[in-house]
């Protein structure tokens, strides 16, 4: 998978453009695949509260196109999203400046990308929220 950089995040700003996302590089979300031959003695590590079995969490990322650009395998202890999204590189390395590229949005020229995240409310409401990821 390529690493986040100004060239890769300037191509990926320009195909988000003309849907009317500019300065897009693309949806991020988190998943749990479930580690079905996960060694008994680290059960502890890789289980969820509201899970009965080990899970590994990955997070990806993708174009409009669904080209996957991105996807980060989380380490042990990484139960949840947020967790997940502490320890990312894609995130880190938006926040530290190094995928910056050049759009506008109503005449104001912008360099700082930013992603789409789809966050669940509750498992209990079963409903969605989304969430610009920026750094400012």
């Known amino acids: 998978m390529p690493q986040i950089d100004q060239q890769l995040a300037s191509e990926l700003c320009k195909r988000h453009e003309p849907l009317g996302w500019p300065g897009l590089i693309g949806s991020l979300d988190c998943s749990h695949w479930e580690w079905a031959r996960c060694p008994k003695a680290e059960h502890g590590e890789y289980r969820k ?4 079995r080990p899970t590994v969490v990955y997070e990806c990322a993708c174009d409009s196109d669904l080209f996957i650009w991105h996807c980060f395998f989380a380490l042990p202890g990484g139960c ?57």
């Open 49 to 52: 509260g509201n899970q009965d």
């Open 80 to 136: 949840n999203d947020i967790n997940v999204l502490d320890q990312s590189p894609l995130l880190f390395s938006l926040a530290s400046g190094n995928a910056m590229c050049e759009f506008k949005v109503d005449g104001a020229s912008l360099s700082q990308p930013y992603v789409v995240y789809t966050l669940s409310i509750s498992r209990f409401i079963m409903s969605h929220s989304l969430c610009i990821v920026t750094f400012l």
